[in-house]
């Protein structure tokens, strides 16, 4: 058979169409250029509407624009449940920048059937205000009683001209089990007193901030109204310089269909237990570090209610726990040097494990695909660290770029390469398999033609053919790489939801099952080293512990016991290829549940040397030269029939026939000493006899 004719070469031009149609339908489309022109400038006139209605209003001249009125019964509401902001003691102050990240539990409550709460009668009030018709249709099916915690990405902004009032904008998660709904919010942020105001839409939608000061206190009202005009003007602005020089805004979320609830935020800050100035150093230190002694800082706590004006929810949120931006930051510059560390160690386990596996004959033991997954979830993270260190515009920028910098060198030179070297390496051995498995589906086909000619199962037909014309496309290497491209697309485009991304992750660190298979196939009983197995399997489990199971770590996500199910998964399997090291491929397969392989036996039962010899030995290995001692067992020793000692002439412990090999051609020597010869040669060292797989 000629396998260089047999899908082995091939014009790249196929190749090249078919990774190009590939790509082609696995890329998002993205959005026109001039439809996003149009949208930018939309955007910018209605703005300019928005804007100049509103400066009207605060004038007292003629304007479109109408301000809302809230209902009488939200106040008595609001404050029932979150009262007024208490007059703070000399040695009490609010911290003045609150921008960061902010977690806590969710108290879920549909206020038209309240029963044992504090403030039932307030919101009775406030429910004759709704029309529960339509807020039922705007809650739809969703089942909000399932939220269980809420994060908050907060940022604050000073505004010109006014020292007293902050913007305020961010997003919300609230979370479920499963799934959760996002949110985003624009709103002010009072520093004297620590009070929050907002309004809250669904993510894609933009919050109506010209409708904030009705929510204000009176006495900081026409301060927030005056603002919300300055905010109004910085946005005009911003989008008058995107139009001007042509830019291209991504498109955001188009919105979503339900639930379309939006709400009112109220929140206030626990007062801290430190006098002003002495925060005020804090503040600084932590925004400039210097260095400077400074003290502790106090934690940062939010209470806040979330009121939905046309549904019937309402979130109470206490003790929400806030982690300020640049502590943040700083954790996860302290989070890229673990990881870093990680890959390096990675790094460095790979490029021994390639300098084992540096001859043909050991790599014909090495299964490709546990690279694979690894070089997926490794370019997986150096797109995310990369994308979050350009974007993240801070000091944790730098160490976020160099660990996606480490994770692509570990991807693509090493990982990336070493499957390419294995994949052609046992591409004949490939094309063998192939070329039998379709002899066999050719006479089977052929089997379940009638006879008249038609086939009995023309489906199974016209998937073989469309296989054959594939592959009459398409060369090995082709599909293989298209293949990885198509995992890799699949991880980026949809592992937005969160059971997905588990299962995701629980695929890729299923790592070395294919190893495991390929040892079972070949009944090879060592591919790869026990150094790296045991310091990979370390690591990523390492890397999996902190993102999932630390309730502490960057990424602001409930814990899941998930993970250690996972860990445990890998720990298997690593169990797995030790125990095939030593008991042999299938030593954990009942008898009779899988074939076995045809392999030669290098460690069969042979007579043990005459016990009144000098020397106890098989003679000298081959290799080294030193004698192959052996030791019959105590234990072993047994009686025939003729009172003869059987124990005394046949080696009957496994692990003891561990130490030599006798191979094929009948020469023995030490079984490390021929494990080092065979991935060099496979050869046998004395008489040059093709030896099959140790």
């Not at 624009?65 to 040695?91: A, G, H, K």
């Not at 639930?259 to 430190?274: T, V």
């Not at 072993?636 to 692990?655: C, F, K, P, R, V």
């Amino acid at each position: 058979m000629d396998l260089a004719n047999n899908g082995q070469t091939r014009s790249s031009f196929s190749s090249l169409l078919f990774l190009a149609f590939m790509i082609y339908l696995l890329s998002g489309g993205g959005e026109d250029p001039l439809t996003a022109q149009n949208r930018l400038r939309e955007s910018l006139d209605s703005t300019i509407n928005e804007y100049r209605n509103y400066s009207a209003w605060l004038n007292h001249t003629e304007s479109n624009f109408t301000q809302t009125p809230l209902p009488t019964s939200l106040e008595p509401l609001v404050r029932s449940i979150l009262p007024e902001p208490p007059v703070l003691s000399p040695s009490e102050s609010y911290w003045k920048n609150i921008t960061g990240f902010h977690k806590g539990v969710a108290n879920v409550h549909n206020i038209s059937s309240l029963s044992d709460v504090a403030w039932r009668l307030e919101a009775e009030k406030y429910v004759q205000a709704i029309n529960l018709t339509e807020s039922r249709e705007n809650v739809g099916s969703w089942n909000w009683t399932s939220i269980s915690s809420i994060t908050m990405r907060l940022g604050t902004s000073k505004i010109d001209g006014f020292e007293d009032v902050e913007s305020c904008r961010g997003h919300i998660d609230l979370e479920t089990d499963n799934d959760g709904l996002k949110y985003e919010f624009h709103g002010v942020y009072l520093p004297l007193v620590g009070s929050l105001y907002a309004r809250v839409v669904p993510d894609g939608y933009e919050p109506d901030i010209r409708q904030l000061s009705a929510m204000i206190p009176s006495q900081w009202r026409n301060a927030t109204a005056h603002a919300v005009q300055a905010e109004l003007k910085a946005k005009m602005d911003k989008l008058q310089h995107q139009v001007d020089i042509n830019a291209i805004v991504p498109t955001e979320t188009e919105g979503i269909t339900s639930p379309a609830c939006s709400f009112l935020m109220y929140g206030q800050l626990a007062a801290c237990p430190m006098r002003p100035e002495l925060l005020a150093e804090v503040e600084a230190e932590l925004e400039k570090p210097t260095g400077a002694s400074t003290a502790r800082p106090p934690p940062m706590k939010i209470h806040a209610v979330m009121i939905s004006q046309n549904c019937e929810v309402l979130f109470e949120l206490k003790d929400v726990e806030g982690l300020r931006a640049d502590k943040f930051w700083a954790k996860v510059t302290t989070y890229a040097g673990f990881t870093m560390a990680i890959y390096a160690g990675l790094l460095l386990l790979l490029v021994r494990q390639m300098e084992a596996s540096r001859t043909p004959a050991a790599i014909s033991s090495v299964s490709r695909w546990p690279f694979v997954f690894q070089g997926i979830a490794d370019s997986f993270s150096f797109t995310s660290h990369t994308m979050f260190g350009i974007l993240s515009k801070s000091r944790a920028a730098l160490p976020m770029i160099a660990t996606g910098f480490l994770a692509c060198i570990l991807s693509l030179m090493f990982e990336v390469r070493f499957t390419s070297l294995i994949h052609r390496i046992q591409a004949p051995e490939d094309a063998i398999a192939l070329s039998s498995s379709a002899q066999q589906s050719s006479a089977t086909s052929a089997g379940s033609v009638t006879a008249g000619g038609e086939s009995r199962n023309p489906s199974r037909s016209f998937l073989t053919s469309l296989r054959r014309r594939l592959n009459a496309i398409t060369d090995p290497d082709t599909r293989f790489w298209a293949l990885i491209l198509f995992l890799f697309m699949f991880i980026i485009q949809f592992t937005v939801s969160y059971p997905v991304l588990l299962t995701t992750v629980g695929v890729v660190h299923s790592f070395w099952l294919p190893q495991i298979v390929r040892n079972i196939n070949r009944g090879t009983r060592k591919a790869l080293t026990k150094r790296y197995v045991l310091g990979t399997s370390t690591l990523r489990s390492l890397l999996v512990l902190y993102i999932f199971a630390c309730p502490d770590s960057i990424f602001l996500h409930e814990t899941t016991s998930w993970v250690y199910v996972l860990v445990a998964w890998v720990a298997i399997q690593v169990l797995i290829l030790v125990g095939q090291e030593y008991l042999g491929a299938t030593f954990f397969i009942p008898a009779g549940w899988v074939s076995a392989p045809d392999v030669y036996d290098y460690h069969p039962v042979l007579p043990l040397p005459d016990p009144e010899a000098p020397e106890q030995s098989f003679g000298d290995c081959a290799i080294c030269m030193e004698p192959i001692i052996v030791r019959a067992e105590s234990g072993t020793q047994s009686e025939s029939n003729d009172g003869t000692s059987i124990g005394a002439s046949l080696l009957l412990s496994a692990g003891m026939r561990r130490h030599y090999a006798f191979t094929p051609c009948s020469h023995i020597m030490h079984t490390s000493c021929l494990e080092k010869w065979l991935s060099i040669k496979n050869v046998c060292p004395t008489c040059r006899t093709p030896l099959p797989p140790l």
